[in-house]
Nanobody
Framework: QVQLVESGGGLVQPGGSLRLSCAAS????????MRWHRQAPGKQRELVAA???????NYADSVKGRFTISRDNAKNTVYLQMNSLKPEDTAVYYC??????????????WGQGTQVTVSS
């Protein structure tokens, strides 16, 4: 079994910052791509940022220049540093990891989500 646990969400004022973390645990042989998605009320889940095992990244246009994704492969953890937050960033943020558990093949796993609210 593989589990992803997010942390770091909360309430922040516009212009503020938050750092999300997502730690993968369990039977893990290797992790390939790790991603952050978000889902606002009444909207579809959307990709925010992704990072490959080697460190290459890509971002949604709406967060470029404000958010930074990073990872620590030794800790099986992905981070999302969010700066200059806007009310429209309010959503539940989910992490996703493409995991090879025990060397038997690749599967996608999701975390439970963490709420980010940007409001004055």
């Amino acid at each position: 079994q593989v589990q992803l646990v997010e942390s770091g969400g909360g309430l922040v004022q516009p212009g503020g910052s938050l750092r999300l973390s997502c730690a993968a645990s369990g039977s893990i042989f290797s992790i390939n791509t790790m991603r952050w998605h978000r889902q606002a009320p009444g909207k579809q889940r959307e990709l925010v940022a992704a990072i490959a095992r080697g460190g290459s990244t890509n971002y949604a246009d709406s967060v470029k220049g404000r958010f930074t994704i990073s990872r620590d492969n030794a800790k099986n953890t992905v981070y999302l540093q969010m700066n200059s937050l806007k009310p429209e960033d309010t959503a539940v943020y989910y992490c996703y990891a493409n995991v090879n558990p025990g060397g038997l093949g690749w599967d996608g796993y999701w975390g439970q989500g963490t709420q980010v609210t940007v409001s004055s």
